[in-house]
């Protein structure tokens, strides 16, 4: 299995605190996501990163920020939390991407499950 | 742009019954296509690829083929389990093999 950790697996929090979520690997593989899961909408991608300190949007960012300072960690920070980021939060990592490589897949951690009242 | 489209759930199929589960797509250039499963309280696993028209990808007795006529990636299973009961995700990923696109995910529930 691939070394995704995923911290905290639970968390509670009210609307209009901040939160941030870790993701650490052990694979030292170069690209990094976070998805967010919600019924009727499978997966929908967060942010991304494809290197220490290069990130990009996906199609739901609004609300969220992302830092990766070292290759094995991928933080995603709500600066202020919304009912509405009531979720599951999954890490993943994929071993694509380099020149010349075909595409590889995704390697999921167990999920975070975040609850705003 | 790039979308999947799958089959809306829920699935309930008695034991050693055969399961198909319906994935079309939208892509630009030369997608890779996946089937991934997430089990109850579990991340998502790949169960099968396949990266190119033609090939089949396969995995637990799963089976998918790529059919870019029809722009397809159907999962088949010949004789499901209880064990089997999970969330199925039809995937693809882009030219650049780093941008993927999910389904919005069939729930299998199989009875004995």
């Known amino acids: 299995d691939a070394g995704i950790t995923q911290s905290p697996r639970h968390k509670v929090t009210e609307t209009g605190t901040p939160v941030t979520l870790r993701c650490h690997q052990t694979e030292n593989h170069r690209y990094m996501y976070w998805y967010r899961q919600d019924p009727g909408h499978g997966l929908r991608l967060i942010h991304y990163s494809y290197g220490v300190k290069d990130t990009d949007k996906g199609e739901v960012s609004d609300g969220y920020s992302v830092s990766r300072s070292k290759t094995e960690d991928f933080l995603l920070t709500l600066e202020s939390a919304t009912s509405s980021q009531t979720s599951v939060y999954f890490c993943a990592i994929s071993e694509s991407g380099a020149e010349g490589a075909g595409p590889g897949e995704l390697f999921f951690g167990e999920g975070s499950r975040l609850t705003v009242l | 742009g790039n979308s999947v489209t799958q089959m809306e759930g829920p699935v309930t199929l008695s034991e050693e019954a055969f399961l198909t589960i319906n994935c079309t797509y939208t892509a630009t250039g030369y997608p890779s296509l996946f089937w991934y499963v997430q089990y109850p309280g579990e991340g998502l696993q790949l169960l099968l690829k396949?990266?190119?028209?033609?090939d089949k990808g396969s995995n637990k007795g799963f089976e998918a083929t790529y059919r870019k006529e029809t722009t397809s990636f159907h999962l088949e299973k010949g004789s499901v389990q209880v064990s089997d009961s999970a969330v199925y995700f039809c995937?693809?990923?882009?030219?650049?093999?780093?941008?993927?696109?999910f389904g919005t995910g069939t729930s299998l529930t199989v009875i004995p």
């Open positions: 396949a990266t190119k028209a033609d």
């Open positions: 995937a693809l990923s882009d030219w650049t093999g780093n941008q993927f696109y």
